[in-house]
Structures are given as structure tokens and as C-alpha cells.
């Protein structure tokens, strides 16, 4: 009987508190887990469905049914009592995740759409970032910064598709040229790989800048970490996404490399084969996307670039008149390219004056800018030659695979992304009109706003042209007004462009204003915010660009470098970790007495390479270079020295 009554009050506990995939509340026993064992599922579950149940006669099951009904018609009276007792009624929020990244950050749309939580598993990854646009991957195997990377667990580059403009909804996040992923991979001892970590590089509208970080223990509890920057900088110069340029001889977008990717795959005699397949944990590691990803990172790397454009028109009236021209063109109805070529004209007018000053200037930016395109190299010895063929074969990149494992990763110093002479410099060209330095559509991707926004702009200045019924206030007369008001007053005259949804808002404040006080419409102009924005209001910079922070030089290495020593279980590391600090006597010393011989000399070979012959570390554009190379060699001099001698002993053990 006492049985019985379990089961009865377990039924009735479970239809109103809800069952689990068994018919029986959450939780362990006497209140979750599963039932008793026995027939079927029903309304009871595992052991108690709706036919005979093995142990339970159709007597005793009906008698059960009966108590579960009794049970279930006394709680809801007591429930009934309680409520009546409330003054009011009680809404439970919604959990808000706490992390530290910035709720304004594009990474926190990814989060948002997968139910507040952080991605656990490669897949889950794949499948939210499905939900908000089209992304596309490339897997690099041979990662210059990732060094444990390899055929079987490669780098896989994850952003969205860009085009002209997206054509993202309003009230939809627009990831294009915002969002960039480096999804690290690991090589179980059996099975497939799995992600278990995510470096991401993510647009913050209200800083106006890239936020880095990486979100470690995939596949496990996974936590987000927010970086300072510095060491990301390290690699990330323009403080932005960087790529190698094409044909992206590391990657599996090199038919060699893929083939040789496949291989790795094969499963080995008397082994359940378990790819190539089209995706593992959600990342497809047989395809690439090379020009599309390159096309995303380019939109990203320029981003700031752009901006810098439009805030040298702020400098004087002329300059300001050519932004607002801009600004109304990006609201007009119609195709971004006809507006483009038509605003191209008017801007060219009115900045004729000033232009000499305008691209003298636009030219020193251009030269400062730090290059956002790595050249092209690729340690496995396959490399294309820019027809479509790559050299080498897939056997001798397996062999290079294996030698990558051992801790021979062949990178030389002007691949590596930390050197500024890995990176690819274009000669700068002085421009011969303003529309070259400033348009319409660049005006747009700047600002991040997609065709679904620019036609609820463009509508709504065309209905609000209708109800002020005035033959001289065109659509265009209301969006000069519009962007001439108090709403866009700061950015015009601080030149910092207010990002989309900080853009629509003011969009929607202004012309609220100009209807009602200058056009006499009381009820003014006041959509719901969810038709036309896709993130919470957030206080933005205000017109004020965040400063960053003078680098002060610490020793040569541990403003980039992590220190993991032997035994320390690794995390995510944006640039490899060191095993010591070579700066640091007692930190070697303490290092040489836990290493084995043979670590000895993979990490002390490396090192001397490093900092001896190709005398590269500290880079020559980080300020550690000259504290160190040109200031103070004799503290450099000694490094080497411990090196080389540490080395010798090791190798004459």
C-alpha cells in the first residue's frame, strides 16, 4: 500500500509540476528519477503505463489512479488558498546569464539565441549561429598561433557571410563583419575531435571597438573569458581579425592539405570508422570557405578604418553637409547602388574645397594602419602558386603532421603573426575624389545597418511624408531634418558614428521631434522598439571614442606570454604559453629541475631560436623591443647565454 501511495503521489506531484522524459518529476527518488520497472510508457511512465504493468494487477493500477486523483484535487485547494493569500501576481524573470562580456557585444546575440546560455559543444555552437544568419567556416590545420593544431584537430574560422549589405531583418542581430570565431579543436585518444575552446574577436558599439576573449571548457562547464587586449594585440595589431592572404596554403582550402585531412580520418584496422563526415562537433573540417571568410574579415579589419573616414568631415561645415547628404542617402527608398552613385556626385561637390587637406590626411591614416592580411605560408611545405595547384602530396603533410606533434612545428620568424614583417603592405594610394575616401554604402556597412533596416527607415519617412502633407516637405526634407536635429547633433560635430541600434534609436527620436515641434503632428512618430531593434537599449558612447591605454613595457615576454609550467593543466591561450620565464632566474631554474631532458631540449631549442638567431622576440614593434634589444641588450645577452648553455647540457645528458 505504502507503494502504492508513492506512485499515486508521485503521478499527481508530476502533472503539476511537470515529468521528465519518463513520466516522473526531476530529481532522485521519492521525488524524480525513474519509476519502478515494468511495461510500457503512459501517464505513468517507465513501470506504469496504461496497460497491465508487470508487478501491478488492473485492480491495484486503478487504485493508484484513483489516490493520484484524490491527491491531485487536494493540492490544487491548497494552492487556491495560497494564491488568495497573495496581494498580487508573482512573475518569475527569466535567468539572466552573468558574465563578464559586455551585454552591448556581438558574441551576446549568440548567447541570447541559445536560450541564455554559452555554447556547451561544438554543435550547439553550429546550430545557434544557424538561427541567426549564414556563417561560413575554414579549417587551418597548421595555425601559426595555435601551434598543437593539426590535421585531425585543426583551427576552424567561424563568421558570418557578407555581401553588399545584409539583408538582416531590423529587429534581427546583424553579424556581418562583427563576429569572428576561432574554434580550437581537440584530438581525443579514441574518437572523433571535439572543440574545447572559442576565441572570438566581437564588435562593442558602445566602446566602438573589438571586444577579445575566449570562451574555455567546451564541452564541459563552459566560462567566457574577456582578454585586456594586450596580448591579442600582439598578434592582432590593426586590433581587429587578421587572415593570410590567398590562396590560404595552410588551410584545407588547399586540396593537398584537405586530402591529407581525409586521411587522417581513416580509421585504423579493426576500428569504426567515424568521418570524414560533413561536420564533426558541429565544424565542418572537409570544406572551406577561404574567399568567403576572407571577404567577412576585410569588412571587420576596415571597420575602424571606415569610421575614421567619416569623422574627418566632421572638421569643418562643408564637411558636415557632405555627412548629411550620406546620412539621407542610406534612408532613401531604392537599390544602395543607384543611391550610391548619386550621393557620390553631391559629396564630391561639396567637399571640393577642402579636399586637398581631406586626402593628404586620409592618406596618413591609411599609412598608419597596421595590415590586416598575413602573407602566405605553410609550414607543411604545400603551397599554391596562385593557378589553382598547390605542390607537394598529402603523404609528405602527414609526415609534417606528425613532426608538428613532436613539437617540430617548422614555423619560420616571418610567418608568425606576432612579427610585423609577417604581414602583407599594400602601397598606399592618394585618392582623386572624396567619394573614394567616403559613400553611401560604406556609410551603411560602417554604421552596421542592413537592407531590412534601410527599408523601415525609408518607410518610415515616406508615411511620415504622407501624414505631414506639405507639397515642399519631401521624404529628403524630413531626413535632413532628421539628421540636422539635436538627435544626431554630438556625432556630427564629433564625427563618431553611432552604431545600428544606437543609430535607429536616434533615427526614431529625431523624427518623432521634427513631426511634432516642427510640423505640428501631436502624435508624432512612435514604433514599437521590437519591430525594428534586435538588442536592449544601452547607453552608448555619446560622440566619444574610447582611449586606449598606454602600453607600459613589463619584461620581454609575460605582457604576451602565459606561464604554464610542467604539470599545469592547460587552458585556452591565445599565443602559446611559455614553460618558464626566461627573464626570470629563479623561474628557469626551478623549471630545469622538473623537465626531462628530452622537453629540455624541444622548449630550450625553441627559445634560442626565438631570441637568439632570429632575433625576433620581443617584436620589433612592441615596446618591450626597445626596452630590451636597443636600451638593455645585456639582459637579453644573458638569456641567451643560459639558453645555449642549458641546451648543451641537456643534449649531453
Request: hydrophobic residues 40%; aromatic residues 6%.
Amino acid at each position: 500500500m505504502a507503494t502504492r501511495w508513492w506512485v499515486a503521489a508521485a503521478l499527481a506531484v508530476g502533472t503539476m509540476v511537470g515529468l521528465n522524459g519518463d513520466g516522473f518529476p526531476q530529481g532522485p527518488p521519492p521525488f524524480g528519477g525513474k519509476g519502478p520497472p515494468g511495461g510500457g510508457k503512459g501517464a505513468l511512465g517507465g513501470g506504469y503505463g496504461n496497460g497491465p504493468q508487470a508487478g501491478y494487477s488492473a485492480k491495484d493500477q486503478t487504485a493508484v489512479r484513483q489516490e493520484a486523483a484524490a491527491i491531485m484535487q487536494t493540492a490544487q485547494s491548497e494552492a487556491r488558498r495560497l494564491a488568495a493569500q497573495l496581494k498580487g501576481p508573482v512573475v518569475k524573470a527569466a535567468p539572466k546569464l552573468e558574465t563578464p562580456l559586455d551585454e552591448a557585444s556581438a558574441l551576446t546575440a549568440v548567447i541570447t539565441a541559445n536560450g541564455g546560455k554559452i555554447p556547451a559543444t561544438g554543435t550547439q555552437l553550429q546550430q545557434t549561429l544557424a538561427q541567426l544568419g549564414d556563417f561560413v567556416q575554414l579549417p587551418v590545420p597548421f595555425s601559426a598561433v595555435s601551434l598543437e593544431s593539426g590535421l585531425a584537430n585543426p583551427r576552424v574560422l567561424v563568421t558570418s557571410k557578407v555581401g553588399p549589405l545584409s539583408t538582416t531583418a531590423p529587429n534581427r542581430p546583424n553579424l556581418n563583419g562583427r563576429l569572428f570565431l576561432a574554434v580550437n579543436m581537440e584530438k581525443p585518444v579514441i574518437g572523433a575531435p571535439q572543440v574545447r575552446s572559442i576565441e572570438f574577436i566581437s564588435w562593442n558599439p558602445r566602446r566602438m571597438k573589438f571586444d577579445f576573449g575566449v570562451i574555455e571548457d567546451v564541452g564541459g562547464d563552459p566560462q567566457i573569458r574577456v582578454l585586456d587586449g594586450v596580448r591579442c594585440f600582439s598578434c592582432h595589431k590593426n586590433r581587429g581579425p587578421i587572415l593570410g592572404n590567398g590562396p590560404w596554403s595552410n588551410t584545407t582550402h588547399n586540396d593537398v592539405v584537405r586530402r591529407a585531412t581525409e586521411l587522417a580520418f581513416l580509421p585504423a584496422t579493426g576500428v569504426p570508422r567515424f568521418g570524414p563526415q560533413d561536420r564533426i562537433d558541429g565544424m565542418a573540417l572537409f570544406t572551406a570557405q577561404a574567399p568567403e571568410v576572407d571577404a567577412a574579415v576585410r569588412m571587420g579589419a576596415s571597420l575602424s578604418l571606415n569610421r575614421e573616414g567619416f569623422r574627418l568631415l566632421s572638421r569643418d561645415v562643408q564637411g558636415r553637409k557632405a555627412l548629411v547628404a550620406l546620412l539621407v542617402g542610406i534612408t532613401s527608398a531604392g537599390t544602395l547602388e543607384k543611391i550610391d552613385r548619386d550621393t557620390a556626385v553631391e559629396a564630391n561637390n561639396l567637399l571640393a574645397r577642402q579636399f586637398p587637406t581631406l586626402a593628404s590626411d586620409w592618406v596618413t591614416i591609411r599609412k598608419a594602419e597596421k595590415s590586416s592580411v598575413l602573407l602566405d605560408f605553410s609550414p607543411a611545405g604545400s603551397v599554391g602558386n596562385g593557378g589553382g595547384a598547390w605542390s607537394g602530396s598529402a603523404e609528405l603533410v602527414g609526415k609534417y603532421d606528425v613532426g608538428r606533434i613532436l613539437g617540430d612545428h617548422g614555423l619560420v620568424s616571418r610567418a608568425q603573426p606576432s612579427n610585423p614583417n609577417a604581414f602583407l603592405r599594400l602601397p598606399v594610394k592618394a585618392p582623386i575624389q572624396p567619394s573614394q575616401i567616403v559613400s553611401t554604402a560604406s556609410l551603411a556597412r560602417s554604421i552596421g545597418l542592413s537592407e531590412g533596416d534601410r527599408a523601415f527607415l525609408a518607410k518610415s519617412l515616406i508615411d511620415a511624408a504622407k501624414r505631414v502633407n506639405k507639397p515642399k516637405v519631401v521624404v529628403a526634407t524630413l531626413a535632413r531634418q532628421v539628421f540636422e536635429g539635436p538627435s544626431f547633433q554630438d556625432a556630427l560635430e564629433g564625427g563618431i558614428l553611432p552604431d545600428r541600434e544606437d543609430f535607429k534609436d536616434r533615427f526614431v527620436k529625431g523624427l518623432d521631434e521634427v513631426l511634432r515641434e516642427t510640423h505640428g503632428i501631436p502624435a508624432g512618430f512612435a514604433p514599437n522598439r521590437e519591430q525594428y531593434a534586435s538588442s536592449s537599449v544601452f547607453a552608448p558612447s555619446q560622440g566619444k571614442a574610447e582611449v586606449e591605454p598606454r602600453v607600459i613595457p613589463t619584461t620581454a615576454c609575460l605582457r604576451c606570454h602565459e606561464v604554464r609550467g610542467e604539470g599545469r593543466a592547460r587552458f585556452a591561450e591565445p599565443l602559446p604559453a611559455l614553460a618558464f620565464d626566461p627573464f626570470d632566474k629563479k623561474s628557469r631554474e626551478a623549471w630545469l629541475k622538473g623537465a626531462d631532458r628530452f622537453r629540455q631540449q624541444e622548449v630550450l631549442t625553441r627559445l634560442l631560436q626565438r631570441v637568439g638567431v632570429d632575433k625576433d622576440m620581443p617584436p620589433l614593434d612592441e615596446p618591450e623591443h626597445e626596452l630590451f634589444r636597443a636600451n638593455d641588450p645585456a639582459k637579453l645577452d644573458e638569456v641567451k647565454l643560459f639558453l645555449e648553455t642549458a641546451l648543451k647540457d641537456a643534449k649531453g645528458k
